[in-house]
């Protein structure tokens, strides 16, 4: 029945001068994502897109455009001629669908951009909500709290009608010349502080630390399959596997114990620098929660941030846990967050860690560790591979 998908923006419609470039990037992943329906046509306005769907069933798009930031709202749409008669036909056929869904009550608000249709919208919405109501059998009009509510919009080519809307995956169009480098373990979090770094329209490239023979290739998949499924969202994601346990080793045998988490820490922090450095990223982000755990106290940050200049942006910084978990259940990264594979930071994870390492003594302790030689073996043993964004199936989506 629809043959429209309109999708609407939502912070864009605030830019001012800039809404040109963010409209051309959402434009520009609206179309790659939906690249495979070949007949589908898109055209946009300043204030939202439309997608001619020319026969093609508009689920697996909408599956898709839900993935892509800067869209706010979707709807799928009736497109009626500039005539009230098939306005009316149109919005009848529309609410017969919608109950055949258990659909009770509804009431219709139409908008009216263009004036040389002859109908008032007041009039109109009496006119369709009394056709509508004529012609069929148990609906009612609730104004307040109405079921569904059938927005008719009568624009210069024609009157869409829809009453289905969807939410969006907000934030804002990728800016493919912002770039951010995150930490990726395979843990909960850090796909979720790489999924909202990525929503306020940065591209992101991830950095991992793998220290094999102690964590397998097991996790190492873990960390491919967790990139796969942010790159739906951005798009591919260079992944940067940097072998870690020469340092890690280096660190065991030679520093306290105590300073020994905090000093490998302020390691990967160098060394995730180095390689923003080189690939052109301007900021690190993590998936540090305030509190959460030993390294994570505000001494700690403290400590561990002293060796950088970047900016460590961190979008979890206060969150609870629980609501970490519901992101990343919602982004379909938790259940490949949850198998169990180690990860390097716990391999060598002392007894007790410091909870309030202080600067001075991390510093101290460092003059005995190659800092310089861990740093370049381990930058120049990085291996880079490109997680493409149409290697993913979307099996668990559809
Ligand atoms: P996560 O759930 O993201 O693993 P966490 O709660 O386990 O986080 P930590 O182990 O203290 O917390 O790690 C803090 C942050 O450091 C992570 O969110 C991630 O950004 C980074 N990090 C930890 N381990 C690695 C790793 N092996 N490779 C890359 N970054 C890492
Ligand atoms: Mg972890």
Redesign the pocket.
């Given at each position: 029945m629809y043959d429209h998908i309109i999708v609407r923006y939502g912070e864009i419609a605030l830019k001012g001068k800039n809404r040109k470039g963010f409209i051309n990037s959402l434009k520009k992943r609206v179309k790659k994502v939906t690249s495979e329906f070949e007949n589908i046509i898109v055209t946009q306005s300043f204030d939202r897109m439309v997608i001619k769907l020319n026969g093609q069933d508009p689920e697996p798009i909408l599956v898709k455009l839900k993935t892509v930031f800067g869209i706010h709202k979707l709807s799928v749409a009736v497109k009626a001629e500039l005539d009230l008669e098939d306005i009316k036909e149109k919005s009848l056929t529309l609410m017969r669908n919608q109950q055949t869904e258990g659909i009770k009550t509804f009431k219709v608000t139409v908008k009216r951009p263009n004036k040389q249709f002859p109908h008032r919208s007041q009039d109109m919405n009496r006119e369709i909500g009394g056709y509508v109501l004529r012609n069929t059998e148990n609906l009612t009009v609730d104004v307040h709290h109405p079921d569904r509510e059938l927005r008719v919009e009568v624009k210069n080519d024609g009157a869409f009608i829809s009453c289905d809307h969807s939410e969006g995956a907000g934030g804002l169009p990728t800016n493919q010349d912002n770039k951010v480098m995150l930490?990726?373990?395979?843990?909960?979090?850090?796909p979720v502080?790489g999924y909202l770094t990525m929503k306020r329209g940065v591209k992101i490239e991830a950095?991992?630390?793998h220290s094999p023979p102690f964590t397998s290739e097991r996790s190492r998949q873990k960390v491919e399959d967790l990139t796969r499924v942010l790159a739906r969202y951005g798009g591919d994601i260079r992944l940067h596997i940097v072998p870690f346990t020469n340092t890690q080793k280096t660190i065991h045998n030679e520093m306290p114990d105590n300073y020994s988490m905090t000093i490998m820490r302020r390691m990967?922090m160098r060394i995730t620098e180095r390689i923003a450095e080189q690939t052109g990223a301007l900021a690190i982000t993590?998936?540090?929660s305030l509190g959460?755990?030993a390294?994570?106290t505000i001494q700690s940050m403290n400590t561990i941030n002293e060796v950088t200049n970047y900016p460590v942006l961190r979008p979890l910084i206060s969150m609870d846990k629980v609501d970490i978990m519901n992101i990343s259940r919602e982004i379909n990264t938790y259940d490949i967050s949850i198998r169990p594979y180690e990860?390097?930071?716990t391999v060598f994870l002392p007894e007790a860690p410091k909870t309030r390492p202080k600067r001075e003594h991390a510093n101290k302790f460092e003059q005995y560790l190659p800092i310089d030689e861990l740093v370049e073996e381990a930058v120049s043993g990085v291996e880079t591979i490109v997680i493409k964004e149409n290697e993913d199936d979307f099996a668990d989506l559809l």
């Amino acid at each position: 029945m629809y043959d429209h998908i309109i999708v609407r923006y939502g912070e864009i419609a605030l830019k001012g001068k800039n809404r040109k470039g963010f409209i051309n990037s959402l434009k520009k992943r609206v179309k790659k994502v939906t690249s495979e329906f070949e007949n589908i046509i898109v055209t946009q306005s300043f204030d939202r897109m439309v997608i001619k769907l020319n026969g093609q069933d508009p689920e697996p798009i909408l599956v898709k455009l839900k993935t892509v930031f800067g869209i706010h709202k979707l709807s799928v749409a009736v497109k009626a001629e500039l005539d009230l008669e098939d306005i009316k036909e149109k919005s009848l056929t529309l609410m017969r669908n919608q109950q055949t869904e258990g659909i009770k009550t509804f009431k219709v608000t139409v908008k009216r951009p263009n004036k040389q249709f002859p109908h008032r919208s007041q009039d109109m919405n009496r006119e369709i909500g009394g056709y509508v109501l004529r012609n069929t059998e148990n609906l009612t009009v609730d104004v307040h709290h109405p079921d569904r509510e059938l927005r008719v919009e009568v624009k210069n080519d024609g009157a869409f009608i829809s009453c289905d809307h969807s939410e969006g995956a907000g934030g804002l169009p990728t800016n493919q010349d912002n770039k951010v480098m995150l930490m990726l373990s395979g843990g909960i979090d850090s796909p979720v502080a790489g999924y909202l770094t990525m929503k306020r329209g940065v591209k992101i490239e991830a950095v991992h630390f793998h220290s094999p023979p102690f964590t397998s290739e097991r996790s190492r998949q873990k960390v491919e399959d967790l990139t796969r499924v942010l790159a739906r969202y951005g798009g591919d994601i260079r992944l940067h596997i940097v072998p870690f346990t020469n340092t890690q080793k280096t660190i065991h045998n030679e520093m306290p114990d105590n300073y020994s988490m905090t000093i490998m820490r302020r390691m990967m922090m160098r060394i995730t620098e180095r390689i923003a450095e080189q690939t052109g990223a301007l900021a690190i982000t993590t998936g540090e929660s305030l509190g959460q755990v030993a390294s994570q106290t505000i001494q700690s940050m403290n400590t561990i941030n002293e060796v950088t200049n970047y900016p460590v942006l961190r979008p979890l910084i206060s969150m609870d846990k629980v609501d970490i978990m519901n992101i990343s259940r919602e982004i379909n990264t938790y259940d490949i967050s949850i198998r169990p594979y180690e990860d390097c930071c716990t391999v060598f994870l002392p007894e007790a860690p410091k909870t309030r390492p202080k600067r001075e003594h991390a510093n101290k302790f460092e003059q005995y560790l190659p800092i310089d030689e861990l740093v370049e073996e381990a930058v120049s043993g990085v291996e880079t591979i490109v997680i493409k964004e149409n290697e993913d199936d979307f099996a668990d989506l559809l």
